[in-house]
């Protein structure tokens, strides 16, 4: 279980420094809506984020999302957060015939400090599918970073930072091969 008592509400000012980026929908509802959601929401989190921040893992369930990220620029990552869940959140609106806020709050953000914590949180992340029953393995759920990792593709993910944490490919596998019990309230 994670306990964020180092949740950050103020402005970032650490650039280089890494952190557990995170939100639910309202209520907890949802805040993808159909397949095609996910995709849009990824595409504008890059053009919004991506010169911003680094990608070590994401993941996106049906009503929140995950994103282990290294903020690299913090007033364009505050800047362009803000842009994005404003943007995002009026584009389903739209699509939807919603009113009102889609998601609960302003975003979280809680700072990843060792090597423990990193190594874990990139699993808990990519873990998320399977601890909720939407997915019978990591490689399954297709709005995860975890398939990057076992891919030669391009990718905006830093996995070769990643796999070097971990020790090579075959650490980071046997590592998320310990599935936990997801217990955040999301």
């Not at 959601?37 to 991506?50: A, T």
Request: overall charge positive.
């Amino acid at each position: 279980m994670f306990e964020y008592s180092n949740i950050i509400i103020m402005p970032i000012n650490q650039e280089g420094s890494y952190y557990h980026l995170f939100n639910r929908g309202n209520n907890k509802g949802k805040i993808f809506f159909d397949i095609n959601d996910y995709f849009y929401f990824l595409i504008q989190f890059n053009n919004y984020l991506g010169p911003h921040i680094d990608v070590f893992a994401y993941c996106l369930m049906p009503n929140h999302f995950h994103f282990f990220i290294r903020i690299n620029n913090g007033p364009g990552f505050e800047k362009g957060i803000k842009n994005f869940l404003i943007s995002y959140s009026k584009t389903i609106n739209k699509k939807y015939g919603r009113v009102g806020s889609l998601f609960q709050g302003r975003y979280k953000l809680s700072e990843v400090k060792t090597n423990a914590h990193f190594t874990r949180i990139v699993t808990y992340i990519h873990q998320n599918p399977m601890a909720a029953g939407l997915s019978k393995s990591l490689e399954d759920y297709r709005f995860s970073s975890y398939k990057a990792y076992l891919s030669n593709k391009r990718t905006i993910l830093k996995r070769k930072e990643v796999l070097e944490w971990f020790g090579g490919i075959n650490c980071f596998i046997e590592a998320h091969k310990l599935i936990t019990k997801a217990t955040d309230e999301f």
